[in-house]
């Protein structure tokens, strides 16, 4: 703007004497330096950012004005009655600028016939996802939906008139964000050869959602798929595990990995689902509280460390012989009901072991930990903020903006030498059919 005033300024070039021209020169200096000053005290007064809104709204007038000519033609030729769209006018409109919306006033066209015609450059200025993001990165920082319309307003450049700022509004378009985040968790596209899954539920007022984290070969970790219900039922998993194989989940030709915690339906899911190729591996940090709440205080570390020494043992018969002893000895001490705990799927505790990793990779996949994680930032974000649960969409709406959340910050989940060995364990590992009987 300011070149083009520039521009604007330049005269013809004077002809006469020396004097003359000099004189001429310094007119037209004079001149410029007077337009600068006006623009550079309309910068100070109005601030950088209202002047580039200004800016910014002048630009986008001249093109909806092209697009308008594009329809009509230019203004004031007539064109005869062959004429497909005609001018009509002005209307008030709005755009999006950052977390509001900016009133102006918008062309408007018609066809011959009398129906309006949407300009494309004013709908996508008007695109409310900006709005949405904005609104969603605000409420999940800790402000309040009655407090945003005071923050934006706070931002909002000096001198112009914002709206869509109250708290109905940022709720509607914090729902419409969140849930489009819950949508990309169900329908995204799977990609990628996955060696593990870890499977889990979190609850929040009396809803569930199911869970599924995947580990990659190359050590990334994605949320897989989320799946709402009332209950951990083996449907409900199902549904999610099933889903998951539309969207792309492959284990043709090799074994997968599945790490989860006590729930029965999700063991009976993942059975359903992978059949043969599962390599079921139950939580030890689940299993392990399970067994020492059942024993007193004063014994519990004892049979903590006695349990994690025998799941750490590389020998699968030698850790699965430790772990009767440590059965048997607690039967004789009375402690019939966590002797049952540790023989309860015993198997199931030890498949690590079957495969033969490493003590550094047998504890990674060893417990639930990897998306244990991800619900405690679920739990950050939803937890102080909501008091009241209406329903389990809105559950998994607040579940799916958490695992984005983690998702994020997700660190690889191990080196790529353990990974190679996990898929090589993987491959070399017999089916149930192709295992030795039991003595």
């Known amino acids: 703007m300011l070149q083009d005033q520039a521009y604007a300024m330049d005269a013809p070039e004077v002809k006469g004497t020396r004097a003359e021209r000099r004189r001429a020169e310094r007119v037209q200096g004079i001149a410029l330096d007077q337009g600068l000053t006006g623009e550079l005290e309309r910068v100070a007064r109005e601030g950088v950012e209202a002047y580039c809104l200004?800016?910014?709204?002048?630009?986008?007038?001249?093109?909806?004005?092209?697009?308008?000519t594009a329809y009509c033609g230019p203004r004031g030729r007539r064109l005869g009655e062959g004429r497909t769209y005609v001018r009509y006018g002005k209307a008030p409109g709005s755009v999006v600028v950052g977390a509001r919306r900016v009133p102006i006033v918008r062309p408007r066209v018609r066809t011959a016939d009398g129906r309006e015609v949407r300009l494309r450059i004013y709908d996508q200025a008007r695109d409310g996802r900006f709005l949405e993001e904005a609104a969603m990165a605000a409420l999940v920082s800790g402000t309040s939906q009655r407090?945003?319309?005071?923050?934006?307003?706070?931002?909002?450049?000096?001198?112009?008139?914002?709206?869509?700022?109250?708290?109905?509004?940022?709720?509607?378009?914090?729902?419409?964000?969140?849930?489009?985040?819950?949508?990309?968790?169900?329908?995204?596209?799977?990609?990628?050869?996955?060696?593990?899954?870890?499977?889990?539920?979190?609850?929040?007022?009396?809803?569930?959602?199911?869970?599924?984290?995947?580990?990659?070969?190359?050590?990334?970790?994605?949320?897989?798929?989320?799946?709402q219900g009332d209950t951990e039922s083996r449907a409900v998993c199902q549904e999610l595990l099933e889903g998951m194989a539309e969207r792309g989940l492959r284990w043709d030709g090799r074994r997968m990995l599945v790490v989860t915690d006590g729930g029965k339906g999700i063991q009976a899911a993942a059975r359903a689902v992978f059949g043969e190729a599962l390599v079921l591996q139950r939580c030890r940090a689940h299993r392990c509280r399970n067994v020492t709440d059942k024993v007193p205080e004063d014994e519990r570390e004892t049979v903590r460390r006695q349990l994690w020494r025998a799941w750490m043992t590389e020998d699968p018969d030698q850790a699965k012989a430790r772990l009767e002893g440590l059965a048997g000895r607690l039967e004789m001490q009375g402690h019939g009901d966590a002797a049952g705990s540790v023989r309860a799927d015993l198997e199931d505790t030890i498949a690590l072991n079957r495969l033969g990793l490493g003590p550094h990779l047998a504890r990674l996949l060893g417990t639930t930990n990897v998306i244990e994680s991800t619900f405690s930032q679920?739990?950050?974000?939803?937890?102080?903020?909501?008091?009241?649960?209406?329903?389990?969409?809105?559950?998994?709406?607040?579940v799916a903006q958490g695992l984005a959340m983690a998702e994020a910050s997700f660190h690889p989940f191990a080196t790529p030498r353990e990974m190679a060995a996990l898929a090589r364990a993987l491959a070399q590992h017999p089916s149930p059919a192709e295992q030795p009987a039991a003595a």
């Open 378 to 398: 679920c739990e950050t974000l939803a937890g102080g903020r909501v008091k009241r649960w209406r329903h389990g969409e809105q559950v998994e709406r607040w």
């Open 147 to 227: 407090r945003y319309g005071g923050v934006a307003r706070a931002m909002a450049p000096a001198g112009r008139r914002v709206f869509g700022l109250s708290a109905s509004s940022a709720g509607r378009r914090f729902i419409a964000a969140t849930r489009r985040v819950a949508k990309a968790f169900r329908e995204r596209p799977i990609e990628g050869t996955f060696l593990a899954l870890f499977v889990d539920a979190v609850a929040f007022g009396g809803y569930l959602v199911v869970v599924a984290v995947g580990v990659r070969d190359d050590g990334k970790k994605v949320v897989l798929g989320i799946h």
């Open 54 to 68: 200004n800016v910014g709204l002048s630009s986008l007038e001249g093109a909806m004005e092209e697009e308008v």
